[in-house]
């Protein structure tokens, strides 16, 4: 069946860094993914998506990847601040699917 | 987000009571949505609605009912909780008639069913 997983559970970068967190797909048919963001104690929040027909896309000091070939999707965090601390979610959908496929999340901890 | 509030957002209450969780949204978003977060795990869809007419079920809405009273406002009831109901349940919202689907989502609500 189709499934959303995430490479890494945990990630520690140092402030400052880039971070690169990672989500592979297993549905040829995805067309739709989003990255969402969930703070301690809050709902997820939406980051960026991107669409099938495109292979990059960014926002404010995110940067999505996708890479239909292999199934991948990543997202670039630029100079990570503390306030980007929290777990991130990828999830997906393809046309004619009524709700989205969400993977099991990374937590990032950015180190001061 | 502010525009999607959830009632309580905590919660206790004992095996075999029946409870109801609250979702309202100002956003005016067609499209409600209700699921369940466990600990280490990622979102999982209990039941979605995409209008005030139409109830579908996700892939865990064994042991769940939901409501749709109004455009507005989507209710998740526990029949009968049971201990493994204990989880985070977040509300989300979209809008519908657009490309792509981004959902908004409520702050949550913590149940402890003992």
């Known amino acids: 069946g189709e499934s959303v997983g995430l490479h890494l559970p945990t990630l520690s970068v140092q402030e400052g860094d880039n971070s690169i967190i990672n989500c592979a797909y297993s549905?040829?048919?995805?067309?739709?993914f989003i990255w969402y963001k969930q703070e301690s104690g809050k709902g997820p929040q939406f980051i960026i998506d991107?669409?099938?027909?495109?292979d990059k896309r960014q926002g404010q000091r995110v940067t999505v990847l996708l890479n239909k070939t292999v199934k991948h999707l990543s997202l670039q965090i630029a100079a990570t601040q503390p306030g980007d601390s929290a777990v991130y979610f990828c999830a997906e959908n393809h046309t004619g699917r009524r709700a989205l496929t969400f993977g099991s999340g990374t937590r990032l901890q950015v180190q001061p | 987000d502010a525009d999607v509030t959830q009632t309580p957002r905590n919660r206790i209450t004992k095996t075999g009571k029946r409870i109801m969780l609250e979702c309202s949204q100002t956003?005016?978003?067609?499209?409600m949505y209700w699921y369940r977060q466990d600990p280490g795990l990622g979102l999982r869809l209990i039941y979605y609605s995409f209008d005030v007419k139409d109830i579908n079920k996700g892939e865990i809405s064994d042991g769940y009912s939901v409501s749709r009273q109004a455009q507005a406002k989507f209710s998740l009831s526990l029949e009968s909780a049971i201990p493994n109901q204990t989880a985070l349940y977040f509300c989300?919202?979209?809008?519908?008639?657009?490309?792509?689907?981004?959902?908004?989502f409520g702050p949550g609500t913590r149940l402890l069913v003992l």
């Open positions: 956003k005016g978003h067609d499209r």
């Open positions: 991107i669409r099938s027909n495109m």
């Open positions: 549905n040829s048919a995805s067309d739709y």
């Open positions: 989300a919202t979209a809008a519908s008639g657009v490309p792509v689907e981004t959902q908004y």
